[in-house]
């Protein structure tokens, strides 16, 4: 399996998940790329789409994933297989409100999740890429 790697980040949390998990499922003998500033251009729908994102804000997506996700409402994502990461703080009201913003959009355009996203709480979990590996790692041999 071929994974792009869509990440969505302020403060760079996410894109250390990311890197940990393009590590993990090169590890598993699959291959991917991770895209720090998503663009629709590297659409592919033979690849597993695999969305890292933070919340920001009061529930928004981080700036740099706003386009790709706007131009997302555009594409028909029938037969895309698709996975969601999120990063959050569940002090705030709007926990991981951007993964699941990203989760509504990729459904509504026909994208099919192979597992239940996982929704990290950076409260609990100060080092989110050590939670992150341990789920997707057995999330990937269940596909
Ligand atoms: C200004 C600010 C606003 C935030 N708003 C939210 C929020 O609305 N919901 C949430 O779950 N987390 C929120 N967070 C927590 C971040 O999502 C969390 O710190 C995450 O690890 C940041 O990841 P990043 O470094 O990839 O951007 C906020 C953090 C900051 C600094």
Sequence with gaps: MHFDIMVGSVLGASEY???ALLAAIKEAGHDGNCHFDPSISTLNKDNVLLIC???H???DLPDNIESYAKSLENQDLQGVNAIIVGLGDSSYDTY???AMKMETLI???GATLLTEPLHIDVLNHP???DIAVDWFTAQLEKL
């Design 17 to 19: 998940v990311a890197e």
């Design 53 to 55: 994102t933070s919340t």
């Design 57 to 59: 804000g009061a529930g």
């Design 96 to 98: 991981c409100g951007a």
């Design 107 to 109: 459904v509504n355009q």
């Design 127 to 129: 080092i989110p890429e």
